[in-house]
């Protein structure tokens, strides 16, 4: 209708640059129309933490306990990536989960112990070890926050703050035996998780830390519960099991880790053959991990028990 108007009430020269205007108007239009859908593109490209194999390879090493080996693939990371915050926060973990294993806190004899879950692991931490993990993790953590300040939406700045104060707690709870600043960073990771996945529901490691921490103040006594419950940490066994359960489906660098705290977690809760179950996926992926297996050995004897 608008073209007929124009053909019938303007000169030629100016029809050509009607139409001419018409077809540049178009054009920007549909340039512009890419242009958006480029950005919208690249905007949920980096809206999602790529795995990267070097690390996929140093955390195999880790669940492996072959924390040497470990370290290198996440050393030759962080050469390669000196401006990724990811490389220290595996590195810190490494460390971690040596402790953890010496201290044999991946073990069923540690994790249905009362005293010993909810009280912290006997004797003192390595100080090696203990300096590493500090180094590794508080260098993340500052890399982290440096990256969130320019782009509070960055969620692999997001995810290594999470792990860092996750493993930081874990750290002060188990080892250190400092439970009210674990508490304190527990809350911080907490935080920083529910803002992640806010973001990035795929990113189910950050579920790890906080599940587990939920879960054990879960099995704390109720008075404990509710003074810390006044304070606004919430213990709860069933909702710590199921972040467990969501990060040993989905997660990726974390997965084991997940699967291992979510199996003996279901020894407590009186779930052996669920347990057993985990146990054997571990076993049959780290074969030279000793724990899993005899874990299993136990798991089994406990299902054949029933």
Not at 157 to 172: C, H, K, N, Q, R
Request: aromatic letters at 10%; hydrophobic letters at 45%.
């Amino acid at each position: 209708m608008v073209r007929r108007w124009v053909a019938g009430n303007m000169p030629a020269d100016r029809i050509r640059e009607f139409q001419l205007m018409q077809r540049l108007f178009h054009q920007a239009a549909v340039l512009c129309l890419l242009a958006t859908l480029f950005a919208c593109r690249a905007e949920a490209g980096a809206e999602a933490i790529q795995p990267q194999p070097l690390l996929d390879n140093g955390f195999h090493a880790m669940y492996q306990l072959n924390f040497d080996g470990a370290r290198e693939k996440f050393t030759e990371y962080m050469i390669a990536h000196p401006d990724d915050p990811l490389g220290h926060a595996s590195l810190a973990a490494s460390y971690l989960f040596e402790e953890f294993n010496s201290k044999g806190v991946f073990t069923s004899e540690f994790f249905l112990d009362d005293k010993k879950l909810l009280g912290g692991v006997d004797g003192p931490p390595d100080d090696q070890r203990r300096i590493a993990f500090f180094s590794a993790n508080n260098r993340a953590r500052e890399m982290a926050q440096k990256v969130l300040k320019s782009n509070s939406r960055d969620v692999n700045a997001l995810f290594v703050l999470t792990i860092a104060d996750g493993m930081e707690s874990d750290y002060d709870a188990l080892i250190a035996k400092r439970q009210l600043a674990s508490l304190k960073l527990m809350r911080q990771a907490e935080a920083t998780a529910t803002q992640l996945l806010a973001i990035d529901p795929g990113a189910q490691d950050a579920n790890v830390a906080v599940g587990a921490a939920t879960y054990i103040i879960g099995c704390m006594p109720g008075y404990k519960r509710a003074f810390l419950w006044m304070g606004g940490i919430h213990g709860d066994r069933e909702r710590g099991m199921n972040l467990m359960q969501q990060a040993a489906l989905h997660g990726h660098y974390l997965q084991t880790f997940a699967k291992a705290m979510l199996a003996l977690a279901s020894l407590r809760e009186k779930q052996p053959e669920r347990a057993r179950s985990l146990f054997a996926e571990l076993a049959q992926e780290y074969p030279e991990n000793s724990v899993f297996v005899r874990e299993l050995a136990l798991a089994e004897k406990r299902v054949a028990r029933q």
